[in-house]
T-cell receptor, first 112, second 109 residues
Framework: AAGVIQSPRHLIKEKRETATLKCYPI?????VYWYQQGPGQDPQFLIS???????DKGSIPDRFSAQQFSDYHSELNMSSLELGDSALYFC???????????FGPGTRLTVL | RKEVEQDPGPFNVPEGATVAFNCTYSNSASQSFFWYRQDCRKEPKLLMSVYSSGNEDGRFTAQLNRASQYISLLIRDSKLSDSATYLCVVNMDTDKLIFGTGTRLQVFP
């Protein structure tokens, strides 16, 4: 079965640079979620989108923004990167009438 | 105090053993409950949703006690491939999943 696709899988950036992470949800899923997982931490909810509109917001820094496009894929834009942004970034998707979230393989971001 | 608490383990058990994990959550408004498993440096994978009536999927059985705000996962006939971190997850009818810190299971031959 098709799963959530994320790209890139690995990304290395310098401090103060920008990064864009992409997420392609499972076909026919209309809701995407972004999570950040630091080393030794549990995943923390950042933001979610349903039908291209922001649905819920968690602990997302102001330096980050995200959007969902008409084909339901989503992008997480991160600016003025800091060392503390180094983490695994997961995207998950679901259909709105089923709250089970399925996670993609993640993007490992390293900020040097 | 974390919203979802789990014993971090590790639980070291031989193949074929039965092992049980427990989890407590602090917010009585929690609506949905899940168990995920996560292998090292991989994504969380949904193991099962947890319902008030309890549910079973093969060797895995999950129970929910809303009155005590307690969730459990029982794994029977443990396999080597069950070695992973098991995450207890709750949701309060928002988009945000709230994760416990996980319980590590190591199954040895």
């Amino acid at each position: 079965a098709a799963g959530v696709i994320q790209s890139p899988r690995h990304l290395i950036k310098e401090k103060r640079e920008t990064a864009t992470l992409k997420c392609y949800p499972i076909p026919r899923h209309d809701t995407v979620y972004w999570y950040q997982q630091g080393p030794g931490q549990d995943p923390q909810f950042l933001i979610s989108f349903y039908e291209k509109m922001q649905s819920d917001k968690g602990s997302i820094p102001d330096r980050f923004s995200a959007q969902q496009f008409s084909d339901y894929h989503s992008e997480l834009n991160m600016s003025s990167l800091e060392l503390g942004d180094s983490a695994l970034y997961f995207c998950a998707s679901s259909s709105k009438n089923n709250n089970e979230q399925f996670f993609g393989p993640g993007t490992r971001l390293t900020v040097l | 105090r974390k919203e979802v608490e789990q014993d971090p383990g590790p639980f070291n058990v031989p193949e074929g053993a039965t092992v049980a994990f427990n989890c407590t959550y602090s917010n009585s408004a929690s609506q949905s409950f899940f168990w995920y498993r996560q292998d090292c440096r991989k994504e969380p994978k949904l193991l099962m949703s947890v319902y008030s009536s309890g549910n079973e999927d093969g060797r895995f059985t999950a129970q929910l006690n809303r009155a005590s705000q307690y969730i459990s996962l029982l794994i029977r006939d443990s396999k080597l491939s069950d070695s992973a971190t098991y995450l207890c997850v709750v949701n309060m009818d928002t988009d945000k999943l709230i994760f416990g810190t996980g319980t590590r299971l190591q199954v040895f031959p």
